[in-house]
């Protein structure tokens, strides 16, 4: 119980801005269906996340440079895993990981 009232607490609240870990999807799920019912598509502008809603669009923000995603499907992890085309125009290693601050 505890944890739904946290969860609906994070999905009412206004704008919020943190700090997380970012991935880069693998390209084998590229053509494969996502969680929010799509086809996800490796150099869309597009990311998972873990409680953020399907279709939210987030602003991810790496070194000065920012891009607004939407959030196409669910991962299992604390940060944010982002297309290879997000993590590209953000300079996010596609092999690697990387600092970001969102905003949604």
């Given at each position: ?5 946290l969860l ?22 590229h053509g ?73």
């Amino acid at each position: 119980m505890r944890k739904l009232l946290l969860l609906l607490a994070m999905l009412a609240a206004p704008a919020q801005a943190r700090t997380v870990t970012a991935t880069v999807y693998d390209g084998w799920y590229h053509g494969r269906a996502d969680a929010c019912g799509g086809t996800y598509r490796h150099w869309d502008l597009s990311a998972a996340h873990p409680f953020i809603r399907c279709g939210t669009l987030v602003t991810v923000t790496h070194k000065g440079r920012s891009l607004v995603v939407r959030i196409t499907d669910r991962c299992d992890c604390n940060s944010i895993d982002l297309s290879a085309g997000a993590a590209y125009r953000l300079r996010v290693p596609l092999d690697g990981t990387a600092r970001v601050g969102i905003s949604y």
